[in-house]
């Protein structure tokens, strides 16, 4: 009986022994890690695509950086604010150089319409602008104001000096007035 014990009951104990132990403890151990293992696998995916989104945020900033110079540029044509102090210096300063005498102008700000205004917050700036000088000298003012940096529509021009059958008017002394629309945000 001792050998039976010995070579046939001990090995099946040490089998169910081991056995349990495989499944109890062994098991549990392995499915620990297959689900680390997986979790790892997850976080480097993780990673990967934080590393391409950083990437393309970097991308874009570098882009942003090489274009400050035209929004910069943009700004200047429909400034942040209606900017009257720089406006009015720019109008008088291509009055005269043109050629015309400056008298003045009314602002009145409105908006650029419903719709607009609601998509790009574009304000407009109504000016009536007042000089004096030549038609030709006009001609140039308008040239200049055309392609001057910031946006500016002339809505209509008036102007007073010369009365049909009038001989002694001097067609130097023209007053124009000017209905211009600018634009700000």
């Known amino acids: 009986m001792s050998n039976l014990f010995k070579y046939i009951i001990l090995p099946v104990i040490f089998f169910f022994i081991s056995a349990a ?3 109890w403890i062994l098991l549990p151990l ?5 689900a680390a293992l997986e979790l790892k696998k997850t976080n480097e995916d993780n990673l990967a695509q934080r590393e391409k989104l950083a990437a393309n945020l970097q991308n874009l900033i570098s882009q942003y950086n090489e274009r400050a110079s035209d929004l910069s540029f943009f700004s200047k044509i429909i400034p942040v604010g209606q900017n009257t102090p720089e406006l009015l210096i720019n109008l008088e300063a291509l009055a005269s150089e043109n050629g015309l005498i400056f008298s003045g102008v009314d602002f009145q700000s409105g908006n650029l319409g419903d719709q607009a205004q609601n998509q790009n917050n574009v304000k407009t700036l109504t000016m009536e602008i007042k000089i004096k000088g030549s038609y030709p000298a006009l001609q140039n003012y308008l040239k200049a104001m055309e392609k001057s940096l910031r946006f500016f529509d002339v809505v ?8 049909p059958g009038q001989s002694n008017a001097n067609p130097n002394n023209l007053e124009f007035n000017l209905l211009v629309n600018t634009y700000y945000q």
């Open 21 to 23: 132990a495989v499944f």
């Open 30 to 34: 392995w499915q620990d890690s297959q």
């Open 156 to 163: 209509s021009v008036s102007f007073n000096g010369l009365a």
